[in-house]
């Protein structure tokens, strides 16, 4: 997709459901550590202010792919102009080690200015994704769907929750505020776990409400509530066979802790509807891209 302007680049962002004054943002955080007021000296020192390149960004290894046009957004923030960016592939494209997944085009300062933070987002969100397609291939047929958690790097949440959906995952709850979850400190401090639920649905009676439970007995107290999601905290998979039997379509369930790649057909097999997986964002290895650099004839 040759010649991608700053407009088009924005256009993908929206595409992804991201704000582009949010992406705007970070960029400039990102770029203003990176620099701390300086310059690049040894681009400065090294490279003619003339001289013109193309900068190709590499899947070294196979996976995934995520933030293609956020990184294509540091290379136009520093271009201001001066630099074309070409999107050769889409965000949740699976790739291979050689595909190029994205073109930059302009002075060579302006090149090796951006493409360690380019880099950076996107190895990471491209990380979270492969992570999630892993899960994903590994809950196999099953109707079980796997969800990231709020265990995400400040400030980066929107983005890593994009890269979970890159995956196939699906999010979450963003924030505190959009749904609410009992968990089971909220029981605690509430007296039991029926009167946290009935608090939370006073409050706030249209807004989606999840109840963690541990045991048997707790699900039964908040199916009779009303509950219409629960999450099993450290159930196995025959506690969550017996779980879904005793639900029998009143809530949707889902499975937390202790869960692993290994396990994961297992638990799908229960029934579950969702397994929630923080590992997706808080340990997600990053996936490996590299930058080649080549001279204009």
Known sequence: MPGSSTALIETRLREAALDVGDVREL?????????????????????????RGALDLVARATGVVAGVPIAAAVFDRVGDGRVTIDMETPDGSRVCPGEVLLTATGPVRDLLLAERTALNLLCHLSGIA???????????????RVRDTRKTTPGLRRL???????????????????????????IVAAG???????????MAPDIPLEVEVDSLDQLEEVLEAGADLVLLDNF??????????????????????????????AVGATGVDFVAVGALTHSAPVLDIGADLRELP
């Open 27 to 51: 960029v400039d955080r990102a770029l203003a550590e990176d620099l701390d007021g300086g310059i690049d000296v040894t681009s400065v020192a090294t490279v003619p202010d003339d001289q």
């Open 130 to 144: 492969t992570a999630t397609h892993l899960w994903v291939s590994a809950l196999g047929s099953t109707e079980t």
């Open 160 to 186: 890593e929750k994009y890269a979970v959906r890159c995956g196939g995952g699906v999010n979450h709850r963003m924030s505190l505020s959009d749904a609410a979850l009992v968990k089971d400190n909220h």
């Open 192 to 202: 039991g776990v029926a009167q946290a639920f009935r608090a939370v649905r006073t």
């Open 236 to 265: 196995t998979p025959e506690q969550m066979s017996e779980a879904v039997r005793r639900t029998a379509g009143r809530a949707r369930l889902e499975a937390s802790g202790g869960l692993t790649l290994e396990s994961a057909r």
